[in-house]
């Protein structure tokens, strides 16, 4: 019995090793600020990088990432219309209690304002890193004949939104 428990005891000490190599490529939290590369405060997308088939559909967050004494935002985020199809604007929770303050337009093609307004009983304000938003966005893609009739798509090519 000593012996299967000596064994047992080998394979939890060698199957407890710690390798941590090859960690960099999945530690890149664009929330994180250890991962930073910009000044504060600033816009941020989280994630940072989407990867997404054509006629998906993908949320992109935007953070006030290190807000002191923040009140209000206005952001105004663009996109190419031709690829992108904005589906809905989530209030990310900036502007929040029973009396929320946050608009959006749409009207210009390619791009959305929006606008958020932190309100409380106590004037208080807040800091850190804040949703400010969740951007709902499909991929478009249609082919049409001369007559605007629909030509089936029967391939798709890989392809990433880099936003910057």
């Known amino acids: 019995m000593k012996k299967i428990y000596a064994i047992f005891l080998i394979f939890v000490f060698l199957g407890c090793e710690n390798n941590v190599t090859g960690l960099d490529d999945i530690l890149d939290n664009p929330l994180d600020p250890n991962e930073v590369d910009y000044e504060v405060p600033a816009f941020v997308f989280y994630p940072a990088q989407f990867d997404v088939s054509l006629s998906e559909s993908f949320q992109a967050e935007v953070y006030a990432m290190g807000a002191e004494n923040l009140r209000g935002v206005y952001v105004v985020v663009e ?81 990433v939104v880099n936003a910057q």
């Open 79 to 159: 996109y190419d219309p031709n690829k992108l199809s904005l589906q809905n604007v989530n209030n990310g929770g900036l502007a929040a209690g029973t009396n929320p303050i946050f608009f959006t337009d749409t009207d210009t093609p390619g791009q959305v304002e929006i606008v958020a307004v932190y309100i409380s009983s106590d004037s208080a304000s807040v800091d850190g890193n804040i949703k400010i938003a969740e951007l709902v966005f499909s991929t478009t893609s249609i082919m049409l004949d001369p007559d605007d009739n629909l030509i089936e798509i029967k391939g798709f090519a890989q392809g």
